[in-house]
């Protein structure tokens, strides 16, 4: 293969990488929210519009490829301007509610899993935070968390003998 012939390559092989880019950042921050999803926001605002802001920013975050963020309760604090208190007690109160299970990963550390028919997530490289696609290993044997894969199934579990949210 000559000079030219190398150089016509791997123009080619940049210009088609310079379109995928392109392809991927179309849907750059786009967070979609299905009808569940909004009834959900909906009850959120009219009972506790400080919960809500918890939830919407997490919706915001959430990593694509698994529903979930994690995140210290200082970041959610610095974001949303609140105090850490707040956090707790909000986060506390969207579980007890259903609309997230919090699984405690270190000291103010928790991965807050949404339910994916109610809010999904594309990919998007212009958030001032960055969601990273991992595995996160948790003890059972922590009183926090021990009640994980039933929180999580809970969550999780087929439409069909799901009640529907009130829209009081």
């Known amino acids: 293969m000559n000079m030219m012939d190398r150089r016509l390559e ?60 994690v995140v210290s309760q200082n970041v959610l604090a610095e974001e949303l301007n609140i105090v850490e208190r707040t956090i707790r007690r909000h986060t506390k109160w969207l579980e007890e509610q259903g609309a997230l299970v919090r699984i405690r990963v270190g000291s103010g550390v928790y991965a807050y899993a949404l339910d994916p028919e109610e809010v999904w997530k594309s990919w998007d490289s212009k958030k001032e935070h960055a969601a990273f696609v991992t595995k996160t290993l948790v003890s059972k044997k922590d009183r926090e968390n021990g009640t994980v894969k039933r929180r999580l199934s809970l969550m999780l579990k087929e439409q069909a003998g799901e009640p529907e949210l009130p829209l009081e």
């Open 10 to 69: 791997l123009e080619a092989r940049d210009r088609e990488i310079a379109l995928r880019e392109e392809e991927e950042k179309k849907n750059s921050g786009f967070v979609q929210v299905y009808k569940k999803g909004w009834r959900r926001l909906q009850s959120l605002i009219q009972h506790n519009p400080g919960a809500a802001r918890v939830f919407a920013f997490l919706a915001e975050n959430i990593d694509g490829s698994c529903g979930a963020v």
